[in-house]
């Protein structure tokens, strides 16, 4: 893909999210807290390219994949006012219909259309389909990375801000309870991803995308995980225990060796 080809996308998708812009204070904030998820994911998803010495054409046909990873989620939360893909629409596959009815690939290469579509559309599954192979897989791995590391500044953001400023489907309408389930606290010290139908509360909700890291499939992106010191954040959000102690020690253990391995997937999800 060319930059030029690139950039006509960029303006399409800017068109796109504007025709969701709304005078409700809430409902734009929950608009504008996509786009600028987006615009990180594009930023994640160029270096972690990079990094794996993609070619210029590569790394635009990443951010490609980038920009239009997440464009399900401003019909979703129209529709519905959630984000919640289990009570009201599955935004990646949502996402996938909008770029193929909305023909918005059709000058491109198939190869590239191919790539993109079954990126958006498998982004957010919780493993990676042994049918994606090849350029596709590449790419769909890498934007699930670099979803993820951008969904880990978000929820952090999230948790500083005071409630009434707060984008209020970051959340997905799960309370905001004590403590952490028994269940999900064991599956995070065994080095398991947590399923999103297990969790019951916020708290469990952070144990969740502590569990990312055992996903994730680049060098630069445990790099980057501990530049940005994510762990430590959700750690400093958990409640105290030596339970939840020992799980996130886990995490971090894990996320040592795999550093020092140069970057290892264990498992799929995101």
């Not at 080809?5 to 409700?24: I, K, P, Q, V, Y």
């Not at 000058?107 to 982004?123: G, L, S, T």
């Not at 430590?232 to 225990?241: D, H, I, K, R, T």
Request: aromatic residues 8%.
């Amino acid at each position: 893909m060319k930059q030029r080809e690139l950039t006509l996308l960029r303006e399409w998708f800017a068109g796109f999210c504007s025709s969701f812009h709304a005078n409700d204070r809430e409902e734009q904030r929950n608009i504008a807290l996509k786009e600028e998820h987006t615009c990180h994911v594009c930023a994640n998803i160029r270096r972690l390219a990079a990094e794996e010495s993609l070619d210029e054409g590569g790394v635009a046909l990443a951010e490609a994949v980038a920009l239009f990873h997440d464009i399900g989620r401003f019909p979703q939360y129209r529709r519905h006012r959630t984000f919640r893909d289990s009570i009201s629409v599955n935004h990646a596959v949502l996402g996938a219909e909008i770029l193929l009815q909305g023909k918005v690939l059709d000058k491109f290469p198939c190869n590239e259309q191919d790539i993109i579509i079954q990126a958006v559309r498998h982004h957010n599954a919780f493993a990676v389909s042994a049918g994606v192979a090849g350029e596709s897989a590449v790419h769909l791995r890498l934007v699930r990375d670099a979803d993820k590391l951008d969904i880990w500044r978000v929820f952090l953001e999230f948790f500083a801000l005071p409630e009434e400023e707060r984008a209020s489907a970051v959340g997905l309408g799960l309370p905001d309870l004590p403590g952490c389930s028994p269940e999900i606290i064991a599956a995070l010290g065994r080095g398991e991803l947590v399923r999103l139908d297990r969790v019951k509360s916020l708290n469990d909700f952070k144990l969740l995308q502590l569990s990312w890291v055992y996903d994730l499939n680049f060098p630069a992106s445990f790099r980057m995980l501990v530049e940005r010191d994510y762990i430590n954040g959700l750690a400093a959000a958990l409640p105290a225990g030596e339970e939840v102690r020992q799980a996130v020690a886990a995490v971090r253990e894990f996320t040592l060796h795999a550093m020092e391995a140069g970057g290892a997937s264990q498992g799929d999800g995101g």
